[in-house]
């Protein structure tokens, strides 16, 4: 294995070297000998493998064994500063054009063990399915074909009206009354051509209408408008699946997203069956907010930030390069306050009738 220096910079100080990889944080390491910043310039020259590094450092006076280089590129990798050359690239340089950013942002989360193209090839390797592509669904459907899924399911029963321009940006006023799936699935077509893009034109009126959607499906995400009980259906049809599944919204300024791990996490039927005690003003306030009717104030920045969220978690989901940070857990943002955020994980019921519908999880390889 030939080993890489990531995008970093260096400088001495004393007897200490400090290191910035992530513009918000700086790593300070002891280095008295300037055995590390030895390390850090050859493979900065150009990566190498582990004979080659014994051989450069040895070159510039620094003799080290083959155990205390492994030990030392170890801690290296630990702290995000080195991964392996092959990986880095897929070789195919028009796939490695069209990904350039999105390998970057893998390169932060890569090591000696885990490389960026993998990340890649699972994202263009998995199916998701779309609920909705209005509002946020819209702009969810441009940043996954942004990161490359392979293939997406789209599914909605809505036309395209003049309303919608407002924040639902891949309709043109030539697309006005034409279905909406079937023009969200023309610009991922014209968009990336690799894309394999299927349509659903169906009005969903309860968890089975999902089912035949479900069978090879990595990922369900979006959500369903339309009556008070559309995301508990798509609950359902997720958990009983075993997809995961990331859904949110918005009210005016205020942000919210959250994911299911089928058999894992808590599921949305557990967040909503842990009501406030009844007669209280805060269950009346639930209750008024579960059934309330407004006109639809979501205009085009805030759907393109619920939209990215999303889209950011499902990515978590496809290729592990975070653990899901809205896995059981309603992720909130607040716009009045410059996106301030809160985290609130809700408790997984014991006796959850939806969560009981989880496949048996099959142990890893």
Known sequence: MRVALKECSWQTVGEDLVVVFD????????????????LLSVLHESPRSMSGLRAALAAR????????????????????LV????????????????????????????????????????????????????????SLVQCLAGLGVGRLTLLDHDR????????????????????????????????DPDIQVTTVDRWVAGPGDLTDLTDGIDLMVGGLDGHPDAGLWV??????AGVPLVVGGATR????????????????????????????????????????????????????QIGSLIALEGLRYLTGFQEPL?????VRL??????????????????????ALAPARVPAA
């Open 326 to 330: 809205a896995a059981g857990a309603r």
């Open 253 to 304: 300024t205020l942000l919210s997203y959250m994911s299911v791990d089928p058999g894992t996490s808590a599921c949305l039927a557990c967040e909503f069956s842990q009501h406030p005690e009844a007669g209280t003003g805060a269950a009346a306030a639930e209750d008024l907010v579960h059934g309330m009717r407004t006109t639809n104030p979501l205009i085009g920045p805030v759907a393109m």
């Open 334 to 355: 607040d716009l009045r306050e410059g996106m301030a955020g809160s985290r609130t994980p809700f408790h997984k019921a014991p006796d959850c009738p939806v969560c």
């Open 235 to 240: 609950n359902e049809a997720a958990v009983r």
């Open 23 to 38: 513009a918000r944080e700086s790593i300070t390491l002891a280095d008295p000998e300037g055995k590390v910043e030895a």
């Open 160 to 191: 395209v009206e003049t309303r919608n321009f407002a924040r639902q940006f891949v309709y043109r006023y030539e697309d006005v009354g034409r279905s909406k799936v079937e023009r969200a699935a023309a610009w991922v077509r014209a968009y």
């Open 83 to 138: 991964e392996g050359e092959q990986g880095r690239f897929t070789g195919d340089p028009a796939v490695d054009e069209r990904h350039f950013s999105n390998l970057a942002f893998f390169g932060t989360f890569s090591d000696l063990d885990r490389h960026r193209t993998e990340f890649l090839h699972r994202v263009r390797d998995a199916h998701v399915l779309v609920l909705g592509v209005g509002g946020g669904g819209s």
């Open 61 to 80: 006076g620094f003799g080290v064994t083959a155990e205390e280089l492994e030990s030392g590129l170890a801690g290296l990798a630990g702290l995000g």
